[in-house]
């Protein structure tokens, strides 16, 4: 999806212009895929913009950070105030947010500890993810041959830039088949996640999600899946999915941050149908909080005051 350019991007505690936002052709992470990051999601509501969940994907930024002795020169609190200062300055109603703290220009070699943890957030204005007719009718989704890295190759939990090159293969593969996104199955065959969403499938009305023990990224928008769902009366359980499981479906949905809530309707020729009853009632739901159409779940609103 085509970035557009807005005025000014934060770069370790500055405002610099859009086009001077750049790195080292030497930067570690460039090389070894050493950064951490996040996507976030700011929407437009009655009171103004505000960020779905923003402490919390700042505080998983820091987590991801641990795991690989990366620490992150800014406070949660220092990259929340950075996160109102670009969207204001840059007039936004609503966008995405990409943090990423990364090994900059220093040296070059595997080990990463001598070069600079350099931290910078970027904001512009990005669309329905899957595209506005996915969010609607749904996606068509294969199972990749590509197995999900596994807790002792790259932890899931850490949202890292090497890993993605996972996702990358599998992605490209998907497409290349004519499938709109790739289901990933850890090396123990059981469902992992998609390539940049969870997965929930339901049947006869119940609803279930892979354990993050089965390699998925321990997601923001899957922990608030799971309070709605829990809230309106039918809480979702953790279970190990196999493939079989996702042919027999009733429903199956994944959900993200850039993806939202996103029906399937397809997984390798079998076909799931159009949304159904559950992930109506979520997704909606979904729409409603984000939107702050919910006072129920104002806490997770971050609104940026003019
Ligand atoms: N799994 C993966 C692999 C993943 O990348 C994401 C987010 C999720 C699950 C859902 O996590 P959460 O956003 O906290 O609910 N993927 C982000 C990046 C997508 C991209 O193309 O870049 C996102 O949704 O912003």
Redesign the pocket.
Known sequence: MPVQPVEKVWMNGELVDWENATVHVLSHALHYGTGVF????CYETSQGPAVFRLRE?LE?LERSGKIFMMEIPFSVDEMIAATHELIKVNKLKSC?V?PIAFRGYGEVGVNPEANPVDVTIAVWSWGA?LGEEALANGVRMTISSWRRHDPNIIPPAA?VTGA?IN?VAAKQEAVHKGFDEAIMLNSQGFVA??????IFVVRDGEIFTPPLAAG?????????VARIAADLGNPVTEMQIQRSDLYLADEIFC?????EVTPVREIDGRVIGPPGPVTQEIQSKYFAIVRGEDEKYYDWLDFVSS
Request: glycine letters at 16%.
């Open positions: 996040e996507g976030i999601r994907h998983r995405y990409r993810y949202k993605y996702s996640e998609a390539t940049g969403e969870n998925s990224l321990g997601g923001i928008t899957r922990n608030t959900c993200g941050t850039a993806a």
